[in-house]
């Protein structure tokens, strides 16, 4: 697709704004360790909130999502649409939680949670499998993603472009740290969202309405002329006549969905709001800005993103029922592209460019940004070159933001090497799931229950990553047997005879690592008394404290008080918000209207019995 003046235009005049904030903020960033990694913790909750959203938007994004449908179809959306039940905990729990713990990064709070050698372990463990194996995996499959745009949209080499790309956001993200990430978020989500609404409104008119764009899919399906799914348009996909303890049941669509909605919003890593989150929860200038921000976060997140994605992603099964066979390799994720160098016209190109080059440094930057926090508060600081090396706190502070931009250096150029082994994204997605299941449980109990100790979460996350790479191993085996080339993530195990995908991965890892973790529990000892007064006093959680909480002054209101009905109320507003937004594009008007009238009562519920008994001190 070629790109005309204006488009180039638009596309070089983004990339200087970015770098023109890398070079404004680089002086404040590089002060200490807390504005380079958190902004000094001074952030407003649009800010914040906008933030979150701008970064798990990346280019990868859309492209997963057109996988999605083009594959099992819309209802496959639940694999991170199920994830609102674990944010709601983030927004009614968390995000108060772990502004009042104060701490750089989320492993910092392991030594403040658990003690001794135990804890230390942990966190520099958790540092480096988060900060390097987690973080080079997503940025592998982000890269890999732009790469997938970049060869459909200005048919170059598509690793030349992607790294010019890496670089510029490497430039901005050395430079002002935490500070150029949120400010160019907030430019670079306005970018993307405009641009992706855009295009699902072009490709609409050009293929002459949803209601015939409908049609058609419906008449592919009967004819099965390149699509793989009959419940493409569906929500939720159909009870299987299989009875429950059947294989068919198990191979089913709906099996699926049972699993994602039942196991795995409390099972992953990210229950506690996850690493990126929980920075940006640290950063909030309150308790109050902190629960606006994540409130904020999921409503955009799960309700206005997603919708224009499925739509574009559904104009390409008309266009291209079989992806054509230059884009082959890529898979169905070129759908997505191959709409834009279709439909889009001068400046319209450029703009669309930019939006996914917006949403691919902004999760760049972030993961850059975050993944070096944890290397160097949770390790280097930590482990080898702590305050008390340095003669004074300042000097300090300059040697660790000099140590910080080496290691950003080190990452990307790992992280654009792993993407080039990496063919599937939503394979890539599912994998990430599978690594933290097994762990969720802990990092929900070691807030509300006294009785968690560094051993607990020890043994899930092990267990957790054991049986997930296991598996992985077996199915390299198994293709490579086969005679077929083995790429990552690009075959599914079998075992007795079934193909395990992400929802059978997870009834074999999850129960296992929940009975591991129980029984590590109670056949190591507590945490001393000493240890988890420190925690109780500095975070008041509320829960199951008995023996702790006796003996301390409650001076801050436990954030569990009232959370199931909020709670059932914060499902109402994203998830009545989500599907009225679905049902209105698909022209079912009563049933979208009467999911925005529960949206509305969730929102107001969440409103006057939260937010608005919040005040800026934190206190209710």
Known sequence: MDLSTIDWVIIITYILFSLGVGIYFARRAGKNTEEYFLAGRTLPWWVVGTSMVATTFAADTPLAITEFVRGPGIWQNWFWWNQLLAG??????????????????????????????PAAILRGFKAAYFGILYNFIVMGWVINAMASVVAVMLNIDRWTAVWILVAVALIYA????????????????????????????????????????????????????????????????????????????????????????????????????????????????????????????????????????????????VAFPIIPEQYAALGEKAGYPLVMKMLLGPGMKGLLVVSFLAAFMSTIDTHLNW????????????????????????????????????????????????????????????????????????????????????????????????????????????????GESYTLFGNAPILFGLELQVHHKLLIIVPISVIAWVSATFLTKPESEKTLKTFYKRVQPGGWWGPIAHQLETTMQPVTKGFFLNWISGLALVWGATFSIGNFIFGNWKTGLGLSILALAGFGWIWFKNIALIDEAGTE
């Open 88 to 117: 709601l905990l983030g927004v009614l729990l968390f995000s108060r939680l772990w502004r009042r713990a104060k701490v750089l990064t989320d492993n910092e709070l392991l030594e403040i949670r658990y003690s001794g050698k």
């Open 174 to 317: 050395l430079l002002s740290g935490f500070w150029g990430v949120v400010i160019t978020d907030l430019v670079q989500f306005a970018i993307a969202m405009f641009g992706s609404i855009a295009l699902a409104v072009i490709a609409v008119q050009a293929f002459g309405g949803m209601e015939v764009i409908i049609s058609k899919i419906n008449a592919l399906q009967i004819s099965g002329d390149g699509i793989g799914s009959t419940n493409t348009l569906k929500f939720i996909p159909p009870v299987p006549d299989a009875g429950f303890f059947t294989l068919a049941f198990w191979e089913s669509p709906f099996s699926r969905f049972l699993i994602f909605l039942t196991v795995m919003w409390w099972s992953t890593h990210s229950t506690d709001g996850g690493g990126y989150i929980i920075q940006r929860m640290s950063s909030a200038k309150n308790e109050k800005h902190a629960l606006m921000a994540t409130l904020w976060f999921n409503l955009a997140h799960y309700a206005l993103r997603v919708w224009p994605w499925i739509i574009v992603a559904m104009v390409s099964i």
């Open 371 to 482: 993944g070096t926090s944890y290397l160097i508060n949770d390790i280097y600081k930590r482990f080898f070159k702590p305050v008390s090396h340095f003669s004074s706190e300042k000097d300090a502070q300059k040697h660790y933001i000099i140590v910080s931009r080496f290691i950003t250096v080190v990452m990307m150029v790992c992280a654009a090497f792993f993407a080039i082994k990496m063919q599937s994204v939503s394979k890539a997605w599912e994998f990430i799931f599978a690594m933290g299941a097994g762990i969720g449980l802990v990092l929900i109990l070691r807030w509300f229950w006294w009785r968690i100790n560094a051993w607990s979460e020890i043994t899930a996350l092990l267990t957790s990553m054991v049986i997930t790479i296991g598996l992985e191993i077996v199915a390299a085996i198994q293709t490579s047997q086969s």
